[in-house]
């Protein structure tokens, strides 16, 4: 079965730091993979998604980019952070059946 | 693009009770439409899904009713317990391995 890691599980930067978060998916390939964001107390919004290597969309306009370097890895990165980058970041990816998400542990970034 | 309304933002209920929670999407080509269940700083698990094939489905305490042609969808939960207390999230989305649309989701308190 599909197992999804992401790293660090908590980071608090300063504002204007770099971000680099990690998430790798075991068990699967070419797997499509997904990364969203979560505000304290809100819903869940989609920032990317891949569909393979090299192979990312992103559905809003933000301070935040992505990677697919390998199969089974996605990055989410930022240059300069801001406050309003603060949130619960996780990575999600197709498990089992042909829709089915399923997420990883999470990271929850505090910028100060 | 696809835009999913939730509706209570929150719920509360007395062990025993039945518990419903009511989503409405926008774009008539979404076909697939899971239920997460998010306790307090983990992960979104997903606890039942529905597609657009099926107007019902139930898995023990839970189930989900899909109307296509009002576009909206909803969870039940019979018989709840403490434990069920948690955020639910519904979504949608309109093919196979495509992102997911997200409601800003119910915080559902079961009171002893």
């Known amino acids: 079965s599909q197992t999804i890691h992401q790293w660090p599980a908590t980071l608090v930067q300063p504002v204007g730091s770099p971000l680099s978060l990690e998430c790798t998916v075991e068990?699967?390939?070419?797997?499509?993979l997904y990364w969203y964001r979560q505000a304290a107390g809100r819903g869940l919004q989609l920032l990317f998604y891949?569909?393979?290597?090299?192979?990312i969309s992103s559905e809003v306009p933000q301070n935040l980019s992505a990677s697919r370097p390998q199969d089974r890895q996605f990055i989410l990165s930022s240059k300069k952070l801001l406050l309003s980058d603060s949130g619960f970041y996780l990575c999600a990816g197709l498990a089992g059946g042909p829709d089915e998400q399923f997420f990883g542990p999470g990271t929850r970034l505090t910028v100060l | 693009g696809e835009n999913v309304e939730q509706h209570p933002s929150t719920l509360s209920v007395q062990e025993g009770d039945s518990a419903v929670i009511k989503c409405t999407y926008s774009d008539s080509a979404s076909n697939y439409f899971p239920w997460y269940k998010q306790e307090l700083g983990k992960r979104p698990q997903l606890i039942i899904d529905i597609r657009s094939n099926v107007g019902e489905k139930k898995d023990q305490r839970i189930a989900v009713t899909l109307n296509k042609t009002a576009k909206h969808f909803s969870l039940h939960i019979t018989e709840t317990q403490p434990e069920d207390s948690a955020v639910y999230f519904c979504?949608?989305?309109?093919?196979?391995?495509?992102?997911?649309?997200f409601g800003k989701g119910t915080s559902l308190l079961v009171t002893p």
């Open positions: 068990g699967t390939s070419n797997p499509n």
């Open positions: 891949s569909v393979g290597i090299g192979q």
């Open positions: 979504a949608a989305s309109k093919r196979s391995g495509y992102a997911l649309n």
